[in-house]
């Protein structure tokens, strides 16, 4: 063996260049100098500082509102957290519910049947929620040890009431399971009241924070069915046990190393909780609600049509428009694109084709960038190919 038989890739010669964009799809979002520049910062080791992560979970639980000890951000984006939570508190054999108001109960669906859970799905109308004897009548059906439900469902522009559904889990000895990946800080969850067992969010969308991190919590009761588990979790990179001692929340003594942690994602993700603390909850739930309104009354005033009808099952971060009659919504968003250097995105899984989609989530989340997006729609409805049939 003497040379080297492939050679050096001409594309990694040249410089990469990254337009500035305005991020306005569903995810991720802009992330703003204060943030990225964390992301710039010199390397610690693996074990990184115990403040740094003691930080971090201390802004995870407040922007969760729990108290929850086993509280800290799994190594990987909003997907990875999905695992974590769905792999350590299932066995094969198992019984799963998954609410499915769009794409992510189906994925929660698949992701426990991987690993041998018998899954049974109860599905909400198009745009719409299910109710709490929905929930009761399947909970008591199935007897499930989990069940799934996507608070904000980007996909269909869907906030999913939550009041109510905790208590019913626990009545059915049933741990309750909720994506606020796209929710969190632009709208209420309050974890500990609302009798959540699991929480998992990512850092990319209202937290502007780089891709790569994802918070996620759990309660004493998830804990206990996690730990005295007859078998293994299915993944040792995402075992809670490690994780937990990694992040220093099991009470023993000595944290070991478990893998290498993402650091510099780390630290981005610290300013972003501080970010938010600085703001204050309720202000920025606040802020994405009226940005929304004026948002949603903008597109209404243009005879563009919600997806959502109910007003009050809006999501105040992603908002779902009825593709436009007679338009190719593909040439919508990339004359939008071309045009405006603005970002916005079709449908996703079971919304394709239907609906446009458009974020406006933590930094993003103002009147300007409202106004921009419905100038930019406008001026695609009117040079866009627009069909007569
Ligand atoms: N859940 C929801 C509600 C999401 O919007 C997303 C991301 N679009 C995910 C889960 C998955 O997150 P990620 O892409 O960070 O893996």
Redesign the pocket.
């Known amino acids: 063996m003497s040379a080297i038989s492939v050679p050096p890739p001409k594309c990694l010669q040249k410089p990469l260049v990254v337009p500035h964009r305005h991020m306005f799809g ?2 991720p979002s802009n992330v703003p100098p204060r943030i990225l520049e964390l992301s710039l910062g010199c390397m610690l080791s693996v074990l990184m500082p115990f403040s740094i992560m003691s930080d971090i979970k201390s802004g995870i639980q407040y922007m969760f509102q729990t108290q929850n000890k086993v509280t800290l951000a799994v190594s990987g ?4 957290a ?1 695992e974590c939570a769905i792999f350590n508190t299932v066995e094969p054999g198992d019984s799963v519910l998954a609410a499915v108001n769009g794409i ?1 109960g189906e994925r929660a669906a698949d992701m426990a049947e991987r690993i041998g859970a018998r899954v049974n799905t109860i599905v909400a109308p198009p745009g719409g929620c299910l109710t709490i004897e929905d929930i009761e009548k399947a909970l008591s059906k199935h007897r499930p040890v989990l069940l799934f439900l ?1 608070h ?3 996909s269909t522009g869907v906030l999913h009431p939550l009041d109510g559904i905790g208590k019913l889990c626990h009545k059915y000895n049933c741990l309750f399971l909720v ?1 606020c ?2 929710s969190i800080g632009g709208a209420p969850v309050y974890m500990d009241q609302q009798g959540i067992d699991i929480l998992y969010t ?1 850092s ?1 969308k209202v937290l502007n924070a780089p ?1 790569g991190t ?1 918070p996620i919590s759990f309660s004493e009761r998830a804990c206990q069915k996690i730990f005295s588990r007859r078998t293994k979790p299915v993944s040792f990179f995402l075992d809670l046990s490690c994780l937990a001692n990694y992040w220093g929340c099991d009470g023993k003594p000595s944290r070991g190393y478990h893998h290498t942690g993402p650091v510099t994602a780390f630290y981005s993700l610290r300013e972003s909780l501080a970010v938010l603390v600085e703001e204050g909850l309720e202000n920025s739930w606040d802020r994405h609600q009226k940005v929304a309104e004026y948002f949603h009354a903008g597109l209404e005033s243009m005879a563009l049509k919600l997806f959502v009808k109910e007003k009050h099952l809006r999501l105040p971060t992603v908002t779902t428009i009825v593709a436009p009659h007679g338009y190719d919504w593909k040439e919508i968003t990339s004359y939008i694109m071309k045009t405006h250097n603005l970002e916005i995105s079709g449908g996703l899984g079971p919304s394709v084709g239907l609906v446009l989609r458009v974020g406006l989530m933590g930094c993003n989340s103002s009147r300007a960038n409202a106004d921009m997006v419905l100038a930019a729609l406008r001026d695609a409805l009117k040079h866009c190919h627009r069909s007569k049939v």
């Open positions: 569903p995810g984006t909003g997907h990875t999905m992510w996507a904000g469902e980007s994506d990946v796209a990512g990319q891709p994802a």
